[in-house]
């Protein structure tokens, strides 16, 4: 990182990675400042909420680095930003991603406008990407551990975020980082890494969700239209959800599409206007394999959409990249056609965009269309998807 000596303000989560981020910068010369952000403080004293536990290890790393460390309460830019966003979607029979939003409402705007008043010439984060500059262009890229990339979690970023930003472990592998961890004697050169969505911890989601949602049941079916039981709220529910349904003991008659007649049952469809949860039986049902999506609310990393044309895109983070044609939409939003069937497609969720190694951005899953497969050996279908330049 041939940079100058610069004031950068870093992320301490209490994680290893934000620690060996700011050891990274410290080494390198530049004048370090440690932020621990607090997002969350509903539940603070609970068996989930770690946020306590987690600043006494951002400290320590501080300690050990020589750095200072501040801490600074976003709890309620986070609720009014992310979670009250994260409540109508799922009430709308959706499911959110609220970590890429509290990347771009939270991390690279409430952190940044702090680290900016603090004096910061650049913010630092642990996340594993990396920025490419290209002719005064800022690209995004994927991190080069592939089983860490977190380049989907950032698509939202725009020019004049990721110009003031650096992501130092984005070079490294997970393991580099345990061991410089440890090499260099970080109190959490060991410590596991976080899982589960950012404030709400490994918690028991249904349980969570319930504080805040109200509980309206309705009938589960399936495909043939048999009510096989009753669901607590579509809200509670995502698509390819197969555990917490209560009905595993139904069978279908004889072999289901995509499963046998002992095949789990998979979530498939949710009917908001009726409250009716569908069901299907296999993991590979026509109901849970998607050639097209539709997506809204688009942001690109460059500023404006890429040209109509063959891309790689994922629908869900922990997933391949697969090829895919995309066409941006006159309104904001983009298609994308698969040359795959891509399974459980969900509504809320983010489809992010890239070409090889650099994320274009992407957008929130408005409707996928399911049941439908394209024959071996045929090219991607556009059928249905105006080819058109996007206009505006």
């Known amino acids: 990182m041939a940079l100058s000596r610069q004031r950068v303000v870093v992320g301490l989560s209490g994680g290893v990675d934000s620690a060996v981020s700011a050891w990274l910068l410290k080494a390198q010369g530049h004048e370090v400042v440690g932020i621990f952000m607090k997002n969350w403080e509903d539940d603070d004293d609970s068996e989930y909420c770690s946020s306590n536990a987690d600043f006494v290890d951002a400290a320590s790393v501080a300690d050990v680095i020589g750095i200072e460390i501040e801490h600074v309460n976003f709890a309620a830019d ?4 992310v979670f009250a966003e994260f409540l109508r979607e799922y009430q709308a029979g959706r499911t959110p991603n609220p970590d890429v939003l509290c990347n771009a409402e939270i991390k690279f705007k409430a952190f940044l406008d702090h680290a900016m008043r603090l004096g910061a010439e650049k913010i630092a984060t642990g996340h594993y990407a990396r920025v490419r500059e290209r002719g005064g262009a800022f690209e995004l890229l994927k991190g080069l551990d592939p089983s860490k990339d977190q380049s989907y979690f950032l698509h939202r970023l725009n020019q004049a975020q990721l110009s003031r930003t650096l992501f130092p472990v984005g070079e490294m592998h997970k393991s580099e980082v345990r061991r410089l961890a440890a090499e260099i004697g970080l109190p959490n050169a060991r410590k596991k890494d976080s899982t589960g969505i950012c404030f709400i911890g490994e918690r028991p989601f249904r349980e969570f969700l319930g504080k805040y949602l109200s509980k309206a049941p309705g009938p589960i079916k399936d495909e043939r239209g048999r009510t096989l039981g009753e669901h607590q709220g579509l809200s509670f529910y995502t698509l390819g959800q197969r555990q917490g349904l209560g009905i595993g003991g139904v069978k279908a008659r004889g072999a289901a599409r995509g499963g046998g007649e002992h095949a789990p049952w998979f979530v498939a469809r949710k009917d908001v206007e009726r409250n ?24 690109w990393v460059a500023g404006q959409p890429p040209a109509p044309g063959p891309y790689a895109a994922k629908t869900r983070y922990r997933q391949q990249d697969a090829p895919c044609r995309c066409v941006p939409r006159a309104e904001g939003g983009f298609a994308l056609a698969f040359a795959e069937p891509q399974w459980a497609v969900t509504p809320g969720q983010s489809a992010v965009l890239y070409d090889g190694e650099v994320c274009l951005g992407g957008g929130v899953i408005a409707a996928p269309a399911q049941g439908e497969t394209v024959p071996a050996g045929r090219d991607t279908s556009m ?6 330049a996007p206009q505006g």
């Open 78 to 81: 986070y609720k009014d930003r």
């Open 276 to 299: 009716v949860l569908w069901v299907v039986q296999g993991h590979d049902h026509p109901w849970l394999l998607s050639q097209r999506l539709d997506a809204a609310d688009a942001s």
């Open 383 to 388: 059928r249905g998807i105006s080819t058109a």
